[in-house]
Nanobody, 116 residues
């Protein structure tokens, strides 16, 4: 199992920036990918960004050009830099760890609110 601790959410005006952090611990050697999903009220949880162990990254079309995912391997921490935030980016952001074998672990979630 992988434990995930998130930080960095908050309230920001449209056009602003936030950076989310997610520190992984536990069975980090088994990780295949680390990333972020989000869930808006009344919506299903959706992929925002993820970084594979190979270094390859994947971003949802709605955030391309605005969000960047990166990782500090020395700290087993993944970051989501969010620029030019829009009201539709509002939601709870969950750090997600996928291990080889398909096991998925989730963080507790952090609220991001973008006001217009």
């Amino acid at each position: 199992q992988v434990q995930l601790v998130e930080s960095g959410g908050g309230l920001v005006q449209s056009g602003g920036s936030l950076r989310l952090s997610c520190e992984a611990s536990g069975r980090v050697f088994s990780l295949y990918a680390l990333g972020w999903d989000r869930q808006a009220p009344g919506d299903v949880r959706e992929l925002v960004a993820r970084r594979f162990n190979s270094g390859r990254t994947e971003l949802a079309d709605s955030v391309k050009g605005r969000f960047t995912i990166s990782k500090d391997s020395a700290k087993d921490t993944v970051y989501l830099q969010m620029n030019d935030l829009k009201p539709e980016d509002t939601g709870v952001y969950y750090c997600k760890a996928v291990s080889y074998g398909g096991l998925i672990d989730w963080g507790q979630g952090t609220q991001v609110t973008v006001s217009s």
